[in-house]
């Protein structure tokens, strides 16, 4: 999940999403990224990697490289060894600058393809590479490293190698990524892989030398190991989780992986250290009905493996999305009694568990809805002990879930209880990352569950009690937890909205930060992951200076110029509409400057040549309804011709639902984009033959997103997600609307109606447009659902608000810091509520 990735992106002492490398400390580098140089040697620093080369020395373009591992404590004496050979041999070389950068790396959760890579050597040809193996390698022999899973092992040292580009080359993959490149015997530019396995490219022809490697590597595999995998479940830098069968008896089980010197936490810990802890907790809590069997703990081929039974079963998390009336948009008196019968049950069986584990000794130190599974009985079981502690150590917490760590000076099992009183209120209403954001917020969750859920009369006082002490030194807060005097976000109706409107507003144009080129406005982590991520419409500053003009707020001209010099700045940039140029162009428009807006259309449109991804998120779909945007805001056909050109080139699909590379339905990155983009060209031009195509476009996705045409419902497993905008079929049902003006079905007209029911849930744990509270309550208006009040909206946005400098503000991904981009954040929220508490329909571009 993008929970993952986006942790990297959280930094303490900001309340913002932030680059990990962005600023390096010089005092944590190695010596040599400072040290005087070779004579004849140049140096080139970046934000992770030093590259040391000889003057005179000339690289192929791409070939055999070698890689050397380490681990933080041997990395001094091995980058040490490597300079003083490869100067003296006049290798080029590079290495990560720091131990820091090399713990984030082998971090749990850093790319496992990367991870173990400390330093790279670019042998000038296959008579250099191998002298290097067997000098270099015989120096190195007894150094520890991690092993590296993307290239093949020199002997038993920390040399690896692998055949990949030299000089750096990218080309625009079909999905319009740009990707690191090779050339293949044709000349032609193909994509490196660097996956977590050693795949040379097939026409590459392995070394001599590498003969004996490769068959220690194919003769590797776990010999006597009486389990059989059959599915992968879940992989991380420390190593993967799969379901197998014991040969021996033909039970299930699960076998948890773990890879030496890999998977780093924030205590520099590996994945086997955790797997120790996991391995001692389970054998203490061994015979309690909610903990797992233990069936083994073994080394396979290098790798430690912890098997225990395989639990049938959901985990609570997925559980509470699936059952919770709230999410669903069920009132009914029935509804909320069945549900709260069944959560209390469920929460009585956690607390006698986290009581018996304390009892025999174990803390758990990871309690979370995801690591507690429902079995189908409806009994509970605990799973994923790799940071349990003992009682009597008053350990303090180091790994925990968003919205499930407990503050500072919690120790031992207050640890536990903290999370407990966090899981009462995340069954009921799942928010419980804003509880460290703002004091204020465990009462509004208590008033909001007792208000809806006939919960016992002492719930509040229990949750209260798990949660104590609440009180901590205002150093220990965390970004944004200003101690609240006042609600920060009012619920007293309409005449409170202006003011409202205003102080997000404010907030949102106050954080702009016009000095910094990578963006404007802090946003999701998705800004950092794309050259284009800070002045894109989804996350960048196009859909925020959009948004605020579309509220009525007035936009800074200097902040429209740093859009235009963000776009001009951009190379080979992607031409989709949230992603790329062509929504840059949509902003531009709307804030006046629409002779650049058409400069960067043209462009563009000059890059969608090819069908690639058909996409309303980044693909043609998106680019062809901004190109008929602009024919009807200046007139000129020549947009609808290549709108046209376009729509030509989408009827080619094959109609599956489902666009290449297997990316999931939806009005976003579905078919239903497509069917949109089919409908607008059709009302343009009068072609009719496109709404089939539009219709079987939607139709697939439907079926993909849970629809059952026969029975006309949504399969219980997707009503959870059904009104988003993201993932859900929130937006499908807003081109069905559209389909349905021109040809009437009653079988996609009750989809429309259940979707449009599902949008009326008065429970959201996001706010944003793409994944919360603002594009369910867009796609319930634009459905025809009853508006809500101005009191009641107020005070169902009030419950994902939060302070940031006396203003207020809400939270993006997964609540994980402040957002106030449009896809995620504050601007998608000033506009959507702009629009609703003036009695419209809330705009989102073309709907």
């Known amino acids: 999940m993008d929970i993952v990735r986006h942790l990297h992106f959280c930094p303490p002492g900001t309340p913002f999403f932030e680059a990990p490398a962005s600023d390096p400390d010089p005092a944590e580098d190695f010596e040599t990224v400072h040290g005087e140089l070779p004579s004849g040697w140049s140096r080139k620093v970046g934000g992770e990697w030093v590259q040391l080369s000889p003057d005179g020395v000339e690289l192929p373009g791409q070939g055999w490289k070698i890689h050397a591992s380490a681990t933080l404590d041997s990395a001094p004496a091995v980058l040490d060894t490597i300079v003083k050979y490869c100067v003296a041999e006049r290798v080029m070389f590079k290495f990560i600058r720091s131990g820091r950068v090399l713990q984030r790396r082998n971090s749990k959760y850093g790319d496992r393809s990367a991870s173990g890579k400390f330093v790279t050597l670019y042998p000038v040809d296959e008579g250099e590479f191998e002298k290097i193996l067997r000098e270099l390698g015989g120096l190195l022999e007894g150094q520890p490293g991690p092993y590296i899973l993307s290239d093949l092992r020199w002997g038993t040292g920390p040399l690896y190698v692998r055949y990949g580009g030299f000089a750096l080359r990218t080309a625009r993959s079909d999905s319009g990524e740009q990707v690191y490149c090779i050339e293949d015997p044709e000349g032609r530019l193909i994509p490196d892989r660097r996956g977590p396995g050693f795949r040379p490219p097939e026409w590459v022809t392995l070394p001599g030398c590498l003969a004996e490697s490769l068959a220690a590597r194919n003769a590797g595999t776990l010999k006597d190991f009486p389990y059989r995998v059959t599915q992968a479940v879940h992989f991380s830098n420390g190593g993967g989780v799969y379901r197998g069968v014991d040969t021996r008896s033909g039970t299930?089980?699960?076998?948890?992986?773990?890879r030496?010197?890999?998977?780093?936490?924030?205590?520099?810990?590996?994945?086997?250290?955790?797997?120790?802890?996991?391995?001692?907790a389970l054998r203490l809590l061994d015979g309690?009905?909610?903990i797992p069997r233990l069936v083994d703990y073994r080394i396979g081929h290098e790798h430690y493996f912890l098997v225990r039974e395989f639990v049938e079963g959901a985990s609570l998390s997925k559980e509470v999305v699936r059952r919770n009336p709230l999410m669903l948009g069920d009132t009914s008196p029935e509804g909320l009694a069945s549900y709260t019968a069944w959560a209390v049950g469920i929460l009585e069986q956690v607390d006698r568990g986290v009581t018996a584990m304390h009892e025999r000794g174990v803390v758990f130190g990871d309690l979370h809805p995801g690591n507690i599974l429902i079995r189908p009985d409806d009994t509970v079981v605990f799973i994923d002990f790799e940071t349990a502690s003992a009682v009597d150590a008053e350990a303090v917490q180091t790994m925990a879930a968003v919205g499930f760590a407990a503050p500072a000076g919690y120790a031992g099992t207050a640890v536990d209880r903290y999370a407990l009183g966090c899981l009462r209120l995340a069954v009921f209403a799942p928010l419980a990352a804003v509880l460290p954001w703002a004091p204020e917020k465990t009462g509004q969750l208590l008033d909001l569950i007792e208000a809806n859920y006939p919960v016992p009369a002492d719930f509040a006082d229990t949750v209260r009690r798990d949660l104590a002490p609440r009180t901590?030194?205002?150093?220990?807060?965390?970004?944004?937890?200003?101690?609240?005097?006042?609600?920060?976000?009012?619920?007293?109706?309409e005449q409170d909205w202006p003011r409202l409107r205003e102080a997000l507003a404010e907030g949102i144009v106050g954080a702009a930060t016009p000095e910094r080129n990578d963006r404007l406005f802090p946003g999701d982590a998705e800004q950092f992951f794309l050259p284009e991520g800070g002045a894109n419409f989804a996350h960048g500053a196009a859909g925020v200076l959009w948004a605020l003009a579309e509220s009525g707020t007035p936009v800074r001209e200097d902040h429209v110029d740093w859009l235009v010099r963000a776009a001009a700045r951009l190379h080979e940039p992607r031409p989709g509409f949230f992603t790329g140029l062509t929504g840059i162009a949509y902003a531009l428009d709307r804030l006046g400057r629409t002779e650049t807006a058409r400069d960067l259309l043209d462009r563009a449109l000059d890059d969608a040549v090819t069908p690639g991804r058909d996409s309303l998120l980044d693909g043609l779909s998106g680019i062809g309804l901004t190109a008929l945007h602009f024919a009807e805001r200046t007139g000129d056909d020549a947009y609808v011709d290549a709108a046209v050109r376009l729509a030509a080139s989408l009827t080619d699909l094959t109609d599956d639902g489902r666009p290449a590379g297997g990316r999931p339905p939806g009005l976003l990155h579905g078919a239903s984009g497509r069917a949109l983009f089919l409908l607008r060209v059709h009302e343009r031009t009068g072609d009719t033959g496109l709404l089939a195509h539009a219709e079987a476009a939607l139709r697939a996705d439907l079926t993909a997103l849970g629809w059952s045409a026969e029975e006309r419902r949504f399969t219980p497993e997707t009503l959870g997600r059904l009104p988003l905008v993201s993932l859900g079929s929130g937006g499908t049902g807003l081109v069905l609307r559209s389909l349905l003006r021109y040809r009437e079905d009653a079988g996609l007209s009750a989809a429309r109606d259940a979707i449009r029911d599902a949008a009326t849930a008065r429970f959201a744990a996001q706010a944003g447009v793409f994944h919360g509270r603002a594009g369910i309550l867009a796609v319930g208006?634009?459905?025809?659902?009853?508006?809500?009040?101005?009191?009641?909206?107020?005070?169902?946005?009030?419950?994902?608000?939060?302070?940031?400098?006396?203003?207020?503000?809400?939270?993006?991904?997964?609540?994980?810091?402040?957002?106030?981009?449009?896809?995620?954040?504050?601007?998608?929220?000033?506009?959507?509520?702009?629009?609703?508490?003036?009695?419209?329909?809330?705009?989102?571009?073309?709907?």
């Open 260 to 280: 030496p010197m890999a998977g780093l936490d924030g205590d520099g810990r590996d994945a086997v250290a955790r797997h120790e802890r996991e391995h001692w």
């Open 472 to 493: 901590r030194p205002a150093a220990d807060r965390d970004p944004g937890q200003a101690a609240a005097v006042a609600p920060v976000w009012s619920d007293d109706g």
């Open 288 to 290: 309690l009905p909610c």
């Open 781 to 847: 208006l634009g459905l025809g659902a009853p508006a809500p009040g101005a009191r009641e909206l107020l005070a169902a946005f009030g419950l994902n608000a939060v302070r940031h400098e006396d203003r207020p503000a809400f939270l993006g991904r997964e609540n994980l810091r402040i957002s106030t981009d449009f896809a995620t954040g504050g601007a998608g929220v000033l506009a959507v509520l702009d629009a609703a508490l003036s009695g419209e329909v809330p705009r989102l571009p073309f709907l």
């Open 252 to 258: 299930d089980v699960l076998l948890r992986e773990a």
